[in-house]
């Protein structure tokens, strides 16, 4: 079974941090990019930021200088470090991966940023 369990996120002020993760099973994660995606209601899912297994990084414009993926394989973990935070970045955050043509998604942690 591959299970994608995300953590982290809540109530952020404007300005603010919060780092996500996520835990990886039932996976050869060491070999899997990662992604982190976000979603506000009404709206198409975004891909936020991905990481590959030899730890390249890619992010969307709107967080890059911001964001931070990294991924720790000893621990099957990936995290976003999520800096300067805006009100736009308001969203549920998701965890993914693919194994062959099947994607896995996480169930989203909500992050919330106030002004």
């Known amino acids: 079974q591959v299970h994608l369990v995300e953590s982290g996120g809540g109530l952020v002020q404007a300005g603010g941090s919060t780092r996500l993760s996520c835990a990886a099973s039932?996976?050869?994660?060491?070999?899997?990019?990662m992604r982190w995606y976000r979603q506000v209601s009404g709206k198409e899912r975004e891909l936020v930021a991905s990481i590959s297994s030899d730890g390249s990084t890619t992010y969307a414009d709107s967080v890059k200088g911001r964001f931070t993926i990294s991924r720790v394989n000893a621990r099957n973990t990936v995290y976003l470090q999520m800096n300067s935070l805006k009100s736009e970045d308001t969203a549920v955050y998701y965890c993914n991966t693919h194994r062959t043509e099947v994607m896995f998604w996480g169930r989203g942690t909500q992050v919330s940023v106030s002004s």
């Open positions: 039932g996976i050869n994660f060491k070999i899997n990019p």
